[in-house]
């Protein structure tokens, strides 16, 4: 029987799109670079500053466009309760990430876990059980239909120019006010504010890979000036490029 609950640490090359599903509740980290997930038609960022905690038997779609390195905690289903939600993304706090540090002394084994291990681990999961409570803002849909999947997909390819949503929705085969309407309909967003998140995605996938300069990463998200893409990144997230960058370090 393996321990009621395990940490480990890998590293991963970019990848496609890959199923994921275990049969543990699972609180996944990245340490370093960024992590794409979609599930139940939404789709997340997961760089270093945030987690997610996954119920146990939950299929989820998993992206690496970056060099990646997660911090994994697995969880047995008769040691934790379930959690408050099957798929909830959010902010690492401090404390959350001294407890996913501690935790990784403990691997996979067959070797029951010691008293002063186990009390980390149930810490760690009143903590991001608490933290799943309050999911973070920032998150787009992933569609539902060929047509909007689509569509989505073309703005994502295009974030870094000027993106038309009538070529979008001529592109895609619709007339624009057919596509809005299957954009608030299967989205409950306009086309607009998808793109806006999308951006703020993107650049956060930026902060995460290196040290590029703010004003760089807006230009190449698609802003034309730095104050609007502080005004778009401090709305959706509530902090400034330069404070959520900050966040993913120690």
């Excluded at 500053?49 to 008769?78: K, M, N, W």
């Excluded at 959010?90 to 070797?111: H, Q």
């Excluded at 876990?113 to 787009?140: H, K, N």
């Amino acid at each position: 029987m393996t321990r009621k609950a395990y940490s480990f640490v890998r590293t991963f090359a970019p990848e496609p799109d890959s199923d994921l599903c275990v049969d543990r509740h699972y609180l996944l980290c990245a340490s370093a670079g960024a992590l794409r997930l979609e599930a139940q038609g939404q789709a997340w960022l997961l760089p270093p500053a945030r987690a997610a905690l996954i119920e146990a038997g939950r299929p989820i779609r998993v992206s690496i466009p970056q060099p990646v390195t997660t911090a994994s905690v697995l969880f047995d289903t008769a040691f934790v309760p379930a959690p408050p939600a099957p798929l909830a993304v959010f902010d690492l706090t401090p404390l959350a990430r001294a407890l996913v540090t501690e935790c990784g002394g403990w691997n996979e084994s067959v070797e029951p876990l010691t008293v002063y291990a186990e009390t980390l681990f149930s810490a760690l999961a009143a903590v991001a059980w608490r933290l799943a409570e309050q999911p973070g803002p920032v998150v787009v849909p992933a569609g539902r239909s060929p047509e909007l999947r689509h569509a989505l997909r073309l703005t994502r390819e295009r974030l870094g120019e000027e993106v038309r949503f009538e070529d979008i929705a001529h592109q895609v085969g619709l007339a624009p006010r057919s596509l809005a309407r299957r954009f608030e309909a299967e989205t409950g967003m306009t086309w607009r504010t998808v793109l806006r998140r999308m951006r703020v995605l993107r650049a956060i996938e930026e902060l995460a890979a290196g040290d590029a300069p703010v004003t760089t990463i807006a230009f190449t998200t698609g802003y034309t000036s730095l104050s609007a893409f502080n005004a778009a990144f401090r709305d959706l997230t509530g902090r400034t490029p330069t404070q959520y960058r900050a966040s993913f370090r120690p």
